[in-house]
């Protein structure tokens, strides 16, 4: 069973805040879905060799792909905030 | 003469090209339709502009090149919200992505538009593609085309809702576990899920990677064969696109319908014996077959769908795009942009995901199922080789009421007939087969690796029933 901390946790390491409110709510569902999916622990499974799918590369010319800058300020307008061509964050060093 | 926006590809193309009918008159037939009856459906959640360019272009090349000209050049297609078209915003149906803007177009989308065809609007889904009935969405759920209480199913509900209400002449979906084929069950219309590695997914949002399809929602069989051909092939952008003829070739003399009876327990009796009478009246002959590992790989999916999609949601930080919430530190900006930009299920996913890929408990979960699935793969293989395809119903019941399937589990389970295709890799097509309750329902056919022409040829004879009950 699992507890509102340990979904907590899990929701601190996925960077995500679950509201105090739906907390509870939420741990239910989870565990339902954990016990439904954790069937699987009992099922005896037959040994079969775990097959690579057939070998085949993707490869593109090794080229220059397009014009530098084509994409710089499409990409750039999507950024949360920019200084010129660049993107802006917050300082994570500190010189103090 | 039918309405312009209510034709197939294959009549609009034959119209355009007798010049009973402009690219212009198609155009507006299809956005009048879809400004009229968007409102009540919300199968778009966004209906574009026309550009009037690629309208002349496409009129142009047909009065120049007529039956040279390709099929699809001046159709009016709607595009699933995760599908990138540049310069237009692509949601995933998510407020992650609410003012994301494409910065280049998808591959699928580059090869319709060098086929000449339309993009009418970005068609509403369950955000980031996560769930079964486009209830989901941050945008509002989509109202089924046959009964406005109903869902459209999902996750591609707002493609299936436009091209069933002839809001669009085709669409294109993604389907990760089902996400075509069970909008294309639940409005009565066709959708295919190709081989793994068929259609290129550079320029889709990607949900599970080891799943993910992009597919045709049409009107009829022979339009989803000329959809997938347009959009099919290996690209040097997806390095998961295969070559034809990988898997050789798969001609045989008989024609062999597989059923996997142990699947059809529990399954609404009224379904079934619709499904039973479509396969009597096909005519083909039948063989019941077993895959004794396919019960179990409902749970498989779920578990492979978690952890894929956990993986791919993390690049969604606030930082270079999408929703951005700042807090005092770098990582509070992390946690708010997350916490404020995805919904219920798409977070429940995410913790799901983290969950079965920790360290204590990535065996007995995500290794258990990989396991599984290369059995699920090995018991498909086998059945294949007495059979030409395998068919099943694409859902176990009609298109259910909205708000009917609340907890989370419950809409999981529906996915039972439609999971194995993605966990194999191999293609399936859903076919109208009539109705149950009065609503639409469809029959569903897997073929081996590659076998979409196959698929065609089943899922055509059981269009043409289709037609003439």
Redesign the interface.
């Known amino acids: 069973m699992a507890t509102t901390d340990e979904?907590k946790k899990?929701?601190a390491?996925?960077?995500?805040?679950?509201p105090e409110a739906?907390l509870e709510q939420?741990t239910q569902?989870?565990d339902?879905?954990?016990a439904?999916?954790?069937?699987?622990?009992q099922?005896e499974?037959?040994q079969?060799?775990?097959?690579k799918?057939?070998l085949?590369?993707?490869?593109?010319p090794d080229e220059k792909p397009h014009e530098a800058g084509q994409?710089t300020e499409?990409?750039v307008?999507?950024?949360?905030?920019r200084k010129g061509d660049a993107?802006s964050?917050?300082q994570?060093i500190s010189h103090d | 003469m039918t309405k312009p926006n209510e034709m197939t590809i294959e009549e609009a193309a034959r119209a355009l090209r007798a010049r009973e009918l402009t690219v212009r008159d198609l155009w507006d037939a299809c956005a009048e339709a879809a400004h009229a009856k968007n409102p009540e459906l919300n199968a778009y959640l966004e209906i574009f502009d026309a550009d009037h360019a690629a309208i002349e272009a496409a009129q142009k090349r047909i009065d120049t090149e007529g039956e040279a000209a390709p099929r699809l050049c001046g159709i009016p297609l709607a595009i699933k919200d995760n599908i990138l078209i540049e310069g237009k915003v692509a949601s995933a149906a998510s407020k992650m992505l609410e003012n994301y803007r494409a910065t280049y177009d998808a591959t699928v989308i580059k090869k319709l538009r060098a086929a000449g065809a339309l993009f009418l609007g970005r068609t509403n889904m369950d955000e980031f593609a996560l769930g079964g009935s486009t209830e989901n969405s941050a945008f509002g759920v989509t109202k089924n085309p046959h009964d406005a209480s109903r869902v459209a199913g999902g996750t591609s509900g707002g493609s299936a809702a436009a091209v069933a209400a002839h809001l669009a002449i085709a669409a294109l979906g993604t389907d990760t576990g089902g996400s075509v084929r069970n909008p294309a069950s639940y409005c009565g219309v066709v959708g295919l899920k190709p081989t793994y590695g068929a259609v290129s997914r550079s320029g889709i949002i990607a949900a599970a990677s080891s799943f993910d399809q992009v597919g045709p929602i049409t009107k009829t069989v022979a339009d989803a064969g000329i959809l997938f051909e347009a959009i099919a092939g290996p690209d040097p952008k997806d390095a998961t696109t295969i070559p034809t003829g990988l898997y050789g070739e798969q001609k045989r003399e008989r024609r062999v319908i597989g059923i996997p009876e142990e699947l059809l327990e529990g399954v609404d009796p009224d379904m079934l014996a619709q499904f039973r009478a479509t396969i009597v009246a096909l005519g083909y002959e039948t063989k019941t077959i077993s895959i004794p590992s396919a019960k179990p790989s409902l749970a498989a999916y779920y578990i492979i769908n978690f952890a894929e999609v956990s993986t791919n949601l993390a690049r969604y930080d606030g930082i270079r795009y999408g929703h951005s919430a700042h807090g005092e530190t770098l990582h509070e900006d992390y946690v708010r942009s997350r916490t404020e930009g995805f919904g219920r299920e798409t977070t429940r996913r995410i913790l799901l995901g983290t969950f079965v890929l920790s360290s204590g408990y990535i065996d007995a979960y995500y290794r258990k199922a990989h396991a599984a699935r290369t059995a699920l793969r090995a018991d498909y293989e086998k059945a294949f080789e007495q059979v030409d395809v395998i068919a099943t119903p694409t859902m176990p019941t009609p298109a259910f009421t909205i708000g009917a399937k609340a907890d989370p589990l419950s809409l999981y389970l529906e996915d039972i007939f439609t999971v194995t295709a993605n966990l194999t890799g191999m293609p399936a097509i859903s076919v109208p087969m009539g109705t149950v309750e009065k609503l639409p329902v469809g029959i569903h056919f897997t073929a081996p690796h590659q076998g979409e022409d196959t698929l065609f040829e089943f899922a055509t004879a059981a269009g043409e029933k289709q037609r003439r009950d």
């Open positions: 979904v899990l929701a390491l996925a960077r995500i805040t679950v739906e939420f569902e989870f339902a879905i954990i439904y999916v954790g069937q699987l622990e099922l499974l037959a079969v060799a775990d097959e799918p057939p085949r590369n993707v490869m593109r994409y499409k990409i307008e999507q950024f949360s905030a993107l964050v917050k994570i």
